[in-house]
């Protein structure tokens, strides 16, 4: 049995605590807090404690997914990008900007979600921007 621990950073928020994960023959087992690290100075929220069971989870994506024919299908992430470029062209011009939101996350920094209302209000031309943790 092959047995590490290796240093991360909590993927759940933007506020960027250190976690160690336990590595076992390839596979996170377990996610403790980083004792050493500035910003969460070895403590971790619930979520973060968790982490290893997002990250192992069946239900994970782990590939872009294109829906064709009412099925989704692998697809590359040039091809994904491309697919939603043109269907949200495609929505912009039939329906107009406002057809189109904008949901920013709690799992991205400040600086992110910044630039994603930007985008939204700079370059869609919509107001309609959400956050999921807006109550």
């Known amino acids: 049995m092959n047995c590490k621990f290796v240093p991360s950073v909590c993927s759940y928020c933007g506020t960027g605590c250190g976690v160690l994960f336990e590595v076992i023959d390839g596979k996170i087992n ?3 807090p980083l004792k050493s690290h500035p910003v969460n100075q070895g403590k971790l929220c619930i979520k973060g404690w968790s982490l290893h069971e997002y990250i192992n989870s069946y ?11 009412g099925h989704f299908q692998k697809a590359t992430w ?3 990008i491309t697919h939603a470029a043109k269907n949200f062209n495609r929505i912009k011009e039939t329906h107009g900007p406002d057809a189109i939101g904008v949901l920013v996350s709690a799992k991205v920094t400040n600086e992110e979600n ?6 939204a209000r700079a370059a869609i031309g919509t107001n309609n921007v959400d956050h999921c943790a807006r109550l």
């Open 114 to 119: 910044y630039l994603a209302q930007k985008l």
């Open 59 to 69: 239900m994970r994506l782990k590939a872009p997914l294109v829906k064709e024919n």
């Open 78 to 80: 040039d091809e994904a």
């Open 30 to 32: 377990s996610t403790l």
